[in-house]
């Protein structure tokens, strides 16, 4: 985090981009361009405020401060204001993000690009009055325009995109009710999407050497490192210190700058090739998988964090005692997110599967709410897996693990005593009464007289 807020610094108080590359203080981060995008935000904000590390922080409390009030607006359409507002609640008061907002990373702002996104998704899709032409295509391009931003400080957007065709090809409802448009034309509004954001990626590299006039690596580049750092078992998928030594090596020789990202490119693919091969050979891609999935989803990267960019290098070691403390909160609000959330979907599995074709009284909303979340979850958690994996990632995941909670508590307090079934259920003494009440209720209401005009 500090290279963004060094290099944000510098280019704030005069450094260019060129003259940072000449005397080599980029170093590597021409194969991650977010950390240049990242830095340039960063640097942008010093540029309008000042340049003090305070102002980055305020920034990041004020994003997700912003962050909340956007997933009320997001989650509200499918489970209404309470369910919005718990939402927003769970999502700001989580221990571990709320101590890491104070820091100076780029989470909150990715968040912000991401769940504007989403609002603006909620707005095509969700049913409601149709809008005019202009509207529609304002909000096409808002999708696509915050999805891509995200993309430029967090490169996975992908899996939001595959997610959002998904969703517009299996949602479920087909009347005004339910959906705003017929699932072609869902489909069609969101391959327009899609084919915008590939595209705008497309053309990413050129448009970053253009801006920063210095050598950028091709994406393809970048996300190999990412994978051949996640895929090796003998560092768990975390920081590979002797790759990059070896791309520090390559990055040194005297050579063009696009043969030194060929060679990269080349040493990447056998390194990654390597990995998996080893991986294959110990017969140990489970243990692998599940320990990764521990470091990803560990409970106190917030304080730890905190602890280490508040303190000297000589003096960042966490007395034991305050880990335990911390770790002991985190890992409790962390467990307790977790469990409900994998509570809520099983009890919702059941609940569809029992009363699913029988109940008139389902809110398809709510399930087509809960249903993007899931995918979401499932493909932002298997993604985080297959790359380089960091404790401070699982951020992605707060947004379906927060959505799932709230749509889905939502979908099990909507009520289904319509049905016989459940009315046998609540009052099995006396079944023949209830039914016997519900034809004279029947019938009284057909011999109302009609009122007259």
Partial sequence: MWT??????????????????????????????QVLHIATTFGLIYRLFHVHLVVLQLLNIAATFLDALLLYYVIKPFGGSRVGIAAALIFY????????????????????????????????LLPRLRIGRLRYLMTIVGITGFLYLA???????????????????????????????SRKQRLLSLLIIAISFITLTQFSTKIDQAIYRVPISNSIVGMKYTVATGSNSATKGQYDHNMILKLEKINHSQISAPNKFNQMDAYLAKKIKHNLATVIKNSNLPKFIFTKSQILLQSGYGFRLFWIDTHP?????????????????????????????????????????????????????????????????????????????????????????????????????????????????????????????????????????????
Avoid at 95 to 112: Q, R, T
Wanted: net charge positive; proline share 5%; glycine share 6%.
């Fill in 4 to 33: 963004y807020e060094t290099l944000a610094n510098l280019n704030a108080t005069g450094a260019s981009w060129p003259t940072l590359y000449a005397k080599g203080m980029l170093d590597l981060d021409s194969l991650w361009p």
């Fill in 93 to 124: 008061l989580t221990p571990a993000f709320y101590i890491y907002s104070v820091l100076i990373g780029a989470e909150p702002l990715w968040l912000l690009a991401v769940l504007l996104s989403f609002k603006f998704f909620n707005d095509l």
């Fill in 151 to 181: 993309q430029l400080l967090r490169p996975i957007i992908m899996i939001i995109v595959i997610a959002m065709i998904l969703y517009g090809l299996f949602s479920f409802g087909q009347s005004e009710s339910a959906q705003a448009w």
């Fill in 313 to 453: 290098v000589t003096h960042n070691h966490i007395p034991s005692h305050i880990k335990s403390i911390s770790n002991s909160i985190s890992a409790a609000s962390q467990i307790g997110i977790q469990g409900l959330a994998f509570t809520v979907a099983i009890l919702d599995l059941i609940y569809m599967c029992y009363y699913g074709s029988k109940s008139k009284r389902i809110h398809f909303r709510t399930l087509n709410g809960l249903f993007f979340m899931e995918i979401l979850l499932i493909g932002l958690f298997i993604a985080s897996l297959l790359v380089e994996v960091q404790d401070r990632y699982q951020v992605a995941l707060y947004i379906p693990i927060i959505g799932i909670i709230s749509n889905g508590i939502s979908l099990l307090n909507q009520p289904v005593t319509d049905l016989p079934k459940l009315a046998l259920l609540t009052n099995f003494e006396q079944p023949h009464k209830i039914i016997s009440q519900r034809k004279a209720l029947s019938n009284l209401k057909r011999e109302q007289p009609s009122k007259t005009k």
